[in-house]
């Protein structure tokens, strides 16, 4: 990860919104966005699977994988990318907290493949 985000951070909820495992969907400019907590830190990416739009946020998590609901594509939290599918790779954000407020801003070069 480079860490370079490419627009100002928004903020876009409290950590209180968490649910009990450290998981929220939000939207930026439209986009459904999945935030997860995973190992202490929050990260962000596009929620929905580039295969056939299943709904990461709700998928089961391995190390620093989460794997699709659907139909089990795995994706790098920190990366976007898809070990199994070279290529596919998710839209991330940055993520970061100011207080209790979550605040996320897109990376410039994470762009996933439709
Ligand atoms: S919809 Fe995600 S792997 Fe098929």
Known sequence: MDGRATEPFIPVARLSDLDERGRLVVRVEGTPVAILRIAGQLYAMQDTCPHRGGPLSEGDVDG?????????WPFDVRTGACPSNAGVRLRIYAVRVVGEEIQVAPFSDRVSAP
């Open 64 to 72: 620093y994988l989460v794997h699709c609901p659907l139909h089990a």
